[in-house]
Nanobody
Framework: QVQLVESGGGWVQPGGSLRLSCVAS????????MGWYRQTPGQQRELVAT???????NYADSVKGRFTVSRDNAKNTVYLQMNSLKPEDTAGYYC?????????????????WGQGTQVTVSS
């Protein structure tokens, strides 16, 4: 009933930039927090950045000053602008949304995840 679809990943050289997008679709009533997490093989998924519906942001220390999270509430879309990329930023990036959606029995809270998009930073 709810789907998150990411786009924008790929390969980039160190120092380069990429912009990720994530669109939420389905029977959505409201989205509280949207954000980005990343994961490398054998490691736990870690927070990159989040943004509330009111625009309050939170960043991992490792990306502060380089990454910018933003959202378009009207389009249920969250973005991640990544600048000055480093090889250690290489990971699968996953979109997350804490939302309420319409179910057959009323509104239900749901923690939705996208399928992930790969970001590779190397020379």
């Amino acid at each position: 009933q709810v789907q998150l679809v990411e786009s924008g990943g790929g390969w980039v050289q160190p120092g380069g930039s990429l912009r990720l997008s994530c669109v939420a679709s389905g029977s959505i009533f409201s989205i509280n927090v949207m954000g980005w997490y990343r994961q490398t093989p054998g490691q736990q998924r870690e927070l990159v950045a989040t943004i509330t519906s009111g625009g309050r942001t939170n960043y991992a220390d490792s990306v502060k000053g380089r990454f910018t999270v933003s959202r378009d509430n009207a389009k249920n879309t969250v973005y991640l602008q990544m600048n000055s990329l480093k090889p250690e930023d290489t990971a699968g990036y996953y979109c997350n949304a804490e939302l309420y959606y319409y179910s057959g029995s009323g509104l239900r809270r749901y923690d939705a995840w996208g399928q992930g998009t790969q970001v590779t930073v190397s020379s």
